[in-house]
C-alpha cells in the first residue's frame, strides 16, 4: 500500500526493529538446535509429542521410565527405541527454542500494531504471517516426529524455517530505513541487480540438496551404525555429488556477483560489507563442506554447515533488498523522500 506518511514513531520503530533483530537471533539458534538434532541423530529422542516420554520435563535416566517403555512408545517406531538422556534433552532443548522463537515472533507482531495505527497495514500483515507461518512449522515439527522423520515432511520443515527468516530479514531491514530513508545504500548495477534473484534461487536449490543429501545419509547411518562414520560419504548416492559439483558453480557465481557489488559501491558501503560477509561465509561453508566429506563427517561440522548456509542466503536476500530498495523500502527521487511505498 502507498502512504502519505513518511514517519512513524521513532520509538515504536526502534522497539520494532529490535524484536525483529532478536527474533532472527533467535531464529538463528534454532536453525542451529535443528542442525545439532540431526548431526546427532537426536531426532527421535523424545518419541512423542508434545510431552517427551509422556512428561513435561524429559527423564534423566532410564530408572524415570517405566519398565516397559519400549512397548508403549516404540510401536510407531517399530521396537527401536532406546532411552539416550543426551539425545532426548538435545531434541527437547530443541524444542523449548523453537516455542520461544514463536514468542518473539508474537512480540514483534505486537511491536507492529503501532505501524498499522499509523497507516501501514503491510507490516502488520507479513509480521502476523511471521506468527502464522512459526504456529504451521510448530504443527510440521510435530509431523517430523509422528511421520518418523520422513523426509520430504524434515524438507518442507527446512524450506519454511527460511521463508520465516526471509520475512523477518525483511521487517527488520524496512524498519532500519524507515525513518532514514536517505541512508539507504541502492545498488546502481543493474548486471549485479539482474544477479540477486538468481543468487537466491541458486543458494536455495542446493540447501534443498544438501537436505536430500542428509535424508540418504539417515539411511546410511541406519545400516552401517554411528561407529561407521568415516565410510558414511562412501555410501551416498548421486545425490551428494550433485551437491559437491553445484558448490563449484555456486561459489563461481557468487564470486562474480560480490565482485560487482563491491566494485560499484565500493568496500565501506552497507551494501560491499554485506557482500564481503558472504564472501567469508561462502568459503566457511566450503570449509565445512570439505570437513565432512573427506574427514569422517565430524559432528560438530553438520550444524555449522547448516547455518552457514541458511546465514548466507539471509544475507543475500537483504543485498536483494538493497536492490529493489525503490520498489520495497523507500522511493527515493533526487535525495528527497516522497513516501513510502510499504
Not at 506518511?5 to 533483530?21: G, M
Not at 507479513?126 to 524438507?155: D, R
Not at 570449509?287 to 546465514?311: C, S
Amino acid at each position: 500500500m502507498t502512504s502519505s506518511k513518511t514517519h512513524i514513531d521513532s520509538k515504536a520503530n526502534r522497539r520494532f526493529r529490535r524484536l525483529a533483530l532478536n527474533t532472527v537471533i533467535t531464529l538463528y539458534f534454532l536453525i542451529i538446535a535443528g542442525g545439532v538434532v540431526r548431526s546427532t541423530g537426536a531426532g527421535m529422542g523424545c518419541p512423542d509429542w508434545p510431552r517427551c516420554f509422556g512428561r513435561w520435563i524429559p527423564p534423566t535416566e532410564i530408572s524415570q521410565l517405566p519398565a516397559d517403555y519400549k512397548e508403549i512408545y516404540g510401536a510407531k517406531l517399530k521396537g527401536e527405541i532406546e532411552f539416550n538422556p543426551i539425545k532426548t534433552w538435545i531434541e527437547y532443548v530443541n524444542r523449548l527454542l523453537g516455542a520461544f522463537t514463536g514468542i518473539m515472533i508474537f512480540l514483534t507482531l505486537l511491536a507492529s500494531v503501532p505501524i498499522l495505527k499509523s497507516g501501514n497495514t503491510k507490516i502488520f500483515l507479513l509480521s502476523l504471517s511471521a506468527f502464522i507461518l512459526v504456529g504451521f512449522q510448530g504443527w510440521l515439527g510435530a509431523k517430523v516426529v509422528s511421520y518418523e522423520l520422513l523426509p520430504i515432511v524434515v524438507t518442507l520443515h527446512m524450506l519454511l524455517a527460511i521463508v520465516i527468516v526471509f520475512l523477518l530479514l525483511y521487517l527488520f531491514t524496512w524498519a532500519y530505513y524507515a525513518n532514514n530513508p536517505l541512508k539507504l545504500n541502492l545498488i546502481h548495477d543493474k548486471n549485479a541487480n539482474k544477479l540477486g534473484l538468481i543468487i537466491l534461487v541458486l543458494s536455495l536449490a542446493q540447501i534443498l540438496l544438501g537436505t536430500q543429501v542428509r535424508e540418504t545419509m539417515d539411511e546410511v547411518i541406519v545400516k552401517m551404525g554411528y561407529d561407521a562414520r568415516n565410510q558414511w560419504m562412501d555410501s551416498l548416492g548421486f545425490e551428494f555429488y550433485i551437491h559437491r559439483s553445484f558448490s563449484l558453480i555456486i561459489f563461481g557465481v557468487n564470486i562474480y556477483w560480490i565482485s560487482l557489488i563491491i566494485k560499484s559501491e565500493g568496500k565501506g558501503s552497507v551494501a560491499g560489507k554485506i557482500a564481503t560477509a558472504c564472501l567469508w561465509i561462502l568459503v566457511a561453508e566450503i570449509g565445512t563442506g570439505i570437513l565432512m566429506a573427506y574427514f569422517g563427517v565430524p559432528p560438530f561440522a553438520q550444524p555449522i554447515h547448516l547455518t552457514l548456509a541458511i546465514l548466507l542466503i539471509g544475507l543475500q536476500f537483504i543485498i536483494w533488498l538493497l536492490t529493489n530498495g525503490k520498489k520495497y523500502l523507500v522511493y527515493k527521487d533526487n535525495l528527497k523522500v516522497k513516501h513510502t511505498t510499504i
